[in-house]
Nanobody, 123 residues
Framework: QVQLVESGGGLVQPGGSLRLSCAASGSIFSINAMGWYRQAPGKQRELVAA???????NYADSLKGRFTISRDASKNTVYLQMNSLKPEDSAVYYC?????????????????WGQGTQVTVSS
């Protein structure tokens, strides 16, 4: 019943910026962490950034300084601000969340994934 919905992707020129959003909804008891991954054609899916329930963040070293992850815990939403975008940033960006969901017999914790949003950086 838990669902992650991403938005904000699109076409942007090199050097431009985009802000991705991911909202989690459903039978959520708690969110332990949320993050962003990306996957380009022929490439392995890689971690972009993550943020824990306590607010600590983790970034891919190559992206640190250009990308910023943030959250609005009250809305179960995570954001990814992407600046100084490069063509090599083009990929499908996936939202990921480590969620404890409510069930009839208690709470179940597992990863959930969004459907992905395309980011294309091109002139």
């Amino acid at each position: 019943q838990v669902q992650l919905v991403e938005s904000g992707g699109g076409l942007v020129q090199p050097g431009g910026s985009l802000r991705l959003s991911c909202a989690a909804s459903g039978s959520i008891f708690s969110i332990n962490a949320m993050g962003w991954y990306r996957q380009a054609p022929g490439k392995q899916r890689e971690l972009v950034a993550a943020i824990t329930h306590g607010g600590s963040t983790n970034y891919a070293d190559s992206l640190k300084g250009r990308f910023t992850i943030s959250r609005d815990a009250s809305k179960n939403t995570v954001y990814l601000q992407m600046n100084s975008l490069k063509p090599e940033d083009s990929a499908v960006y996936y939202c990921n969340a480590d969620i404890s969901a409510t069930r009839a017999l208690g709470h179940v914790r597992r990863d959930y994934w969004g459907q992905g949003t395309q980011v294309t950086v091109s002139s």
